[in-house]
């Protein structure tokens, strides 16, 4: 690895931590979550922390993070391997409550911080879009289609894979549209697997 990339990634890191661009509008305080590296060929790119997230400061340390390891078929060890994945939610902090639920993520963040993470990950790399937040950013043009249409067309956007948001609400998503667990999530453990060049590794 290119040591110039690794120091920048390092400064990078250290930036991310300091920040307090949306600080008045945290009801927790700033906390950004991620994990990155020049190495990362896998990018996945959710929503926001939750409460547990910001408690502990783990990316995807939840009930949510345990249902998406299970359909990407890796474990927490190679979650959490920034060598391989990069995991750089569309807000990096709490955003709080809204109508029962968690507010969206903070619109300041990825045209703050996207930019630069992605410019130092490598280019042949695999990005899973978690939810309809990240897909209007990264795929503007289907702005049109379902959640649902996005995660249908699978395949159909490159390097790039539309997947719904593993929350307790997916298990509801997931009785209605039979086809994700029979059809996609085979497709996309192959393609993990074929990522690291191992076949993939068993939810723990």
């Keep these: 690895m290119n040591d110039s990339r690794e120091t920048a990634a390092a400064a990078l890191h250290r930036r991310i931590a300091a920040c307090t661009l949306c600080a008045a509008h945290l009801p927790l305080g700033p906390r950004p979550v ?3 590296s020049p190495a990362s060929r896998l990018l996945i790119i959710g929503q926001a922390p939750g409460t547990k997230v910001h408690a502990s400061g783990v990316p995807w340390d939840d009930d949510s ?10 474990d927490r060890e190679a979650m959490y391997d920034d060598a391989r994945i990069a995991i750089v939610p569309m807000g990096f902090c709490y955003p709080g409550k809204l109508s029962g639920g968690d507010a969206p993520p903070r619109r300041e963040c990825a045209p703050q911080w996207h930019g630069a993470v992605l410019g130092l990950l490598p280019e042949d ?7 309809a937040y990240a897909q209007a950013h990264y795929l503007p043009h289907t702005r ?3 959640m649902t249409e996005r ?4 395949g159909e956007y ?6 719904p948001h593993p929350a307790w609400r997916a298990r509801l998503w997931m009785a209605k549209h039979p086809w994700f667990e029979a059809d996609i999530l085979p497709q996309l453990r192959a393609k993990v697997a074929a990522l690291f060049g191992s076949g993939p590794v068993g939810d723990t």
């Excluded at 993070?65 to 078929?73: H, S, T």
């Excluded at 995660?151 to 699978?154: L, N």
């Design 158 to 163: 490159g390097n790039i894979i539309a997947l």
């Design 65 to 74: 993070g345990d249902r998406l390891r299970g359909w990407l078929g890796i």
């Design 125 to 131: 790399r695999l990005t899973l879009l978690v939810g």
């Design 144 to 146: 049109r289609l379902s």
């Design 34 to 36: 991620t994990q990155f």
């Design 151 to 154: 995660v249908r067309r699978f």
